[in-house]
């Protein structure tokens, strides 16, 4: 694990829409990237339980990043193009457990799965993303 480049990705998350669902990353490596976001009413839904839209940013925020990170050139950028989500178990309390892996690194687009587990491991919502790479917008 890089401790600094899980430092770097909280750091640059600081006043943003992740750091508002307080999710913090926790590991990354090769082909993977991990995070956690504690479920309580700041994620909930009007019943009490984990909106499915917060498990959906969790998701694209652990996808994209991933796909920067293996993208590894400041030419270009990864950029989401389309996610799916499916809830499988609802939750009203503790943490939710986000592991992104590499499913097809292509030189056009990536495809990146994310499971979302509770603290028992038990899978609490599967998605994918695809991510378009185009030039970066910011590249001198």
């Not at 457990?97 to 097809?104: D, E, S």
């Amino acid at each position: 694990m890089s401790y600094q480049l899980v430092d770097q990705l909280n750091k640059i998350s600081e006043n943003t829409l992740i750091s508002h669902l307080k999710i913090k990353f926790t590991d990354v490596g090769e082909d993977f990237m991990k995070a956690e976001m504690p479920v309580s009413s700041i994620v909930h839904q009007p019943f009490g339980l984990l909106h499915g839209g917060a498990s959906v940013v969790l998701a694209e925020t652990l996808g994209s990043s991933l796909s920067n990170f293996i993208l590894n050139d400041k030419n270009y950028v990864a950029v989401g193009q389309q996610i799916d989500a499916n809830h499988l178990r609802s939750k009203r309390d503790g943490t939710v457990f986000g592991h992104a892996t590499v499913v097809k690194k292509g030189h056009k687009s990536h495809l990146i799965k994310i499971e979302i587990t509770d603290e028992s491991g038990k899978l609490v919502c599967y998605s994918h993303i695809t991510n378009a790479i185009i030039p970066n917008p910011n590249a001198k």
